[in-house]
């Protein structure tokens, strides 16, 4: 849920991923690509394209 939250603030631009809570980095990412099909707004260490 908090993951969910997260992800589509991430998408809207309210919030920077580099501001999401370390423990919800990767469950944050997982739902930016696969749900939402950008993994350029995730950093290649959490599996995105972001540099």
């Known amino acids: ?3 969910m939250l997260f992800a589509c603030r991430v998408v809207e631009g309210r919030t920077e991923f580099a501001a999401v809570p370390a ?3 990767q469950a944050v990412a997982d739902v930016i690509i696969n749900d ?3 993994p350029e707004l995730v950093p290649a260490e959490f599996g995105g394209t972001a540099a």
């Open 36 to 38: 939402f099909g950008l």
């Open 1 to 3: 849920m908090m993951a």
């Open 23 to 25: 423990k919800l980095k």
